[in-house]
């Protein structure tokens, strides 16, 4: 891990995809590798007795505004998809099946499945919509697919959500990088500074 | 209020100390007036069954590192006031007690207070330490208790906080400006550019 940018996000939020969108590039400009690690915010949102930002009163409606406008302002295509929230199960596991033995293959799957329900405004949610999805980056669907399905994966996603909660990953994204964290796309010019600068 | 950027905030928040501090350079910038709206973030809490953001599992804790690392990025002097969060009643009746004759009077004041907390740790949870800060500022403290004590101010600031949910200010600081919300101090650049180009 050593000097790597740890990038934890939910397939199923909007900041996340943004954030997916630009963690490379940053990352390539202050010279750092990425680590990434989808979890489901679900398991927090519980521990913590908290909600989808979407769900809360007041706070919802101008969170998608403000969701729309930083797409707008960053020229990230986005639309909502029909079903939102969403379970990012099927997503997770599909990355973890894969990250081990091809890391960059898995990484490109996640964007291409952030940019399937984010851009495109089409589901994820379920399996078979997630092998699609891998089936045109060259994965094959039945292997893959016999793969999210091996308890290992299952097992292997549920360690992961465990260890975003020990390490109160209590957002998405959030990001942990020379000891540091920094949780929120309004956060990464900050953290890219950080880096620059060693801190203050 | 035309075109003037509508400011609220609490005095118990560091971040509407943070924007208190920012706000009059950036609209000198952009050259827009503003108003200042001190108002009480519990009333907001109790009606979208939120606390504030330090109480919160998890996010209370990295809060208030961020806070931190928010203030020195910025270089603004921060401490911790020993009780926090805290009542900020007193000081919104003073800032409501002077805005409609000194405008300008009340926005020095609502600073010189949040400073006295957020730079040098001092309580301003009771009317004399208000009146104390007040006083420093050459207003008459027997004068301007009397006018925190009035029903009037009291009738004012309930006003303010039943403006404030009206408008679904669920945050600190919160502005309007041109028909846009944004909140949070990591908002004001954004606000600003929206300002300058009318917005995208």
Chains 1, 2 share one sequence.
Request: aromatic share 12%; proline share 4%.
């Amino acid at each position: 891990m050593s000097n790597a940018i740890e990038f934890y996000y939910d397939f199923s939020s909007p900041f996340g995809y943004f954030a997916s969108e630009r963690i490379e590039a940053l990352a390539a400009r202050v010279g750092r590798k990425t680590v990434w690690r989808p979890y489901l915010m679900g398991a927090v949102f519980k521990a913590i007795g908290t909600d989808s930002l979407v769900n809360i009163p007041m706070k919802g409606a101008y969170s998608k505004m403000d969701m729309e406008r930083n797409a707008r302002l960053m020229n990230i295509p986005f639309v909502w998809p029909e079903q939102f929230p969403f379970m990012s199960i099927a997503a997770c596991r599909a990355f973890y099946a894969l990250v081990d033995q091809d890391e960059e293959g898995a990484k490109a799957l996640s964007l291409a499945l952030s940019r399937k329900t984010f851009a495109e405004g089409q589901s994820i949610i379920k399996p078979e919509e997630v092998l699609a999805v891998a089936a045109t980056l060259g994965h094959d669907p039945e292997e893959l697919g016999a793969a999210m399905a091996d308890q290992v994966t299952k097992d292997r996603v549920r360690m992961e959500v465990d260890r975003a909660l020990e390490r109160e990953v209590f957002g998405t994204p959030f990001f942990f990088v020379d000891g540091e964290r920094f949780w929120g796309c309004d956060r990464m010019d900050m953290m890219e500074k950080w880096i620059e600068t060693g801190g203050w």
